[in-house]
């Protein structure tokens, strides 16, 4: 049985909740590998709307697995909330349909202190990423620090007494330089003791589970939050998150080989958007970005900033495909580009008179280019709700194509609405 990764290729918001929960129907496990809550995931489903930040995309699917993964960074306070107001939707969530790796990271609250005192502090400046201040960054940067506190931890008071302990000379130091009060460490353990009975019963070997399941021939789906553009070594540093988005990581993400992973999905809008801080060569800061804002309903599903958008960015998306070396890409968002006279696709860059093919590491050359464009014919008709390529307009049928020639890249999935019947299958990534 194949086992598919789903990964943004651009700067998120691709898409990735239509299309895992599309492709959830037919897993049989839907894993997180990376990245926390301030990634959202929108769901409609037979007109109702779900919107996930933590929990796993197939949550919504009822007999499905759904696993957070040790790549996942978990704020447990805000997970016991989610899980709540999806059962209030009618969704039913037991420890038999949700997994949480025990090696987990935690997100604790004077992560999120840390993470907006520093985006205060650097507000006006260069140095502002543009974080989502929920505290991401610093619980990732508690991992590597070997300072953090993991979900097993929560079933060990001695130890979780230890963790705290070495994490707070860090952080009271931090504080202290940012004009914020220590941390208070017995209301912090006394916060974590009262939530760990509505964690822990979730908790187990994932690593083990997943590989029982796979030597099983179950399918697995491995869901990746953010896009590969913000990925931490290869996105446009230093705007960009703080894990690894790009397919690799889903092995490492939940505990399996790199050998699991049989079919890479690569998330891309049929233009282009970005919420924050950082480079943007193809953004539009005029009447036609507006009317891809508009038309494309471009604002943050956790946090209601406006998207910044631009044309489809071939050159880039050409990169992270490589990068992630992914097999066939799910076009999204075809029908917001309905009635333009004409559209236009980046295929390279000038950087001070020379072509480039690919967007360059440095921040300053990032800077410095121009795109190149190519212009391609638009169409009238409306593609919304379109489900077999008989129904696309001639013109969107060649854009489509002439985006596949660009990238290298075969569209396996087109997206026509946010309804997730109004897709059309060009290569089904779970077939052996």
Same mark, same amino acid.
């Given at each position: ?32 590998f ?29 007999? +499905? ?21 999806? /059962?209030? !939707? ?16 935690l997100?604790?609250?004077?992560? &999120?202190?840390?993470d ?16 989502t ?19 097993? !931890?929560?079933?060990d ?46 908790? &187990?070997?994932?690593? +083990? ?42 092995a ?9 992973? !049989? ?27 507006? /009317? ?13 900033? +406006? ?8 050159a ?22 309905? &009635? ?57 049928? +060649?854009?489509?194509? /002439?985006?596949?020639?660009?990238? &290298? ?12 019947d ?11």
């Open positions: 049985m194949a086992n598919v990764v789903v990964v943004g290729a651009q700067w998120g918001d691709e898409g990735k909740g239509k299309i895992v929960d599309w492709l959830s129907e037919r897993a049989d496990i839907i894993a997180r990376q990245g926390g809550h301030n990634a959202g995931h929108t769901l409609v489903i037979n007109g109702k709307v779900y919107k996930l930040n933590a929990l796993p995309s197939g949550v919504v699917r009822g007999g +499905k697995l759904s696993v957070i993964g040790n790549g996942v960074v978990l704020d447990p306070w805000h997970l016991v909330e989610e899980i709540a107001k999806i /059962r209030a !939707d009618g969704v039913e969530i037991t420890p038999e349909t949700l997994m949480i790796a025990e090696n987990t990271t997100i604790l609250p004077y992560h &999120g202190e840390l907006r005192a520093r985006e205060a502090q650097a507000a006006g400046s260069a140095a502002r990423i543009g974080t201040g929920r505290g991401i960054g610093p619980a990732y940067e508690d991992k590597v620090g070997r300072r953090a506190v993991r979900v097993a !931890d929560l079933a008071p001695a130890t979780l007494g230890q963790r705290i302990d070495r994490a707070l000379v860090h952080h009271n130091a931090l504080r202290a330089g940012l004009g914020l009060d220590p941390i208070d460490r017995d209301a912090t353990i006394a916060a974590l003791n009262a939530i760990a009975p509505e964690i822990l019963p979730y908790a &187990g070997p994932v690593w +083990k589970v997943l590989n029982d399941k796979r030597r099983a021939g179950r399918r697995i789906l491995f869901e990746g939050a953010q896009g590969s553009l913000l990925d931490i070594d290869f996105g446009t540093y230093p705007y960009v998150t703080s894990s690894n988005v790009i397919a690799g990581q889903a490492t993400g939940v505990g399996l080989g790199p050998n699991a992973i !049989d079919f890479v999905l690569g998330i891309v809008k049929a233009y282009t958007t970005r919420v924050g801080e950082g480079p943007f060569p193809t953004e539009l800061r005029d009447e036609t970005g507006e /009317r891809l804002g508009a038309r494309g309903r471009e604002f943050g599903t956790v946090t209601g900033r +406006k998207r910044r958008c631009g044309w489809f960015d071939a880039l998306v050409r990169q992270t495909c490589a990068i992630s070396g992914i097999n066939g890409i799910a076009l999204t968002k075809l029908d917001v580009l309905d &009635g333009f006279e004409t559209l236009r696709i980046c295929t390279g860059y000038d950087l001070d008179g020379r072509r480039l093919e690919h967007l360059p590491t440095a921040a300053d050359a990032q800077a410095r280019c121009v795109p190149i464009y190519e212009e391609v014919e638009g169409w009238q008709q409306s593609t919304e709700g379109a489900r077999s390529w008989a129904d696309l307009p001639g013109a969107a049928v +060649k854009y489509v194509r /002439r985006i596949e020639e660009l990238i &290298g890249c075969p569209v396996a999935m087109l997206s026509t609405s946010p309804e997730r109004d897709t059309i299958l060009v290569t089904d990534p779970f077939a052996d």
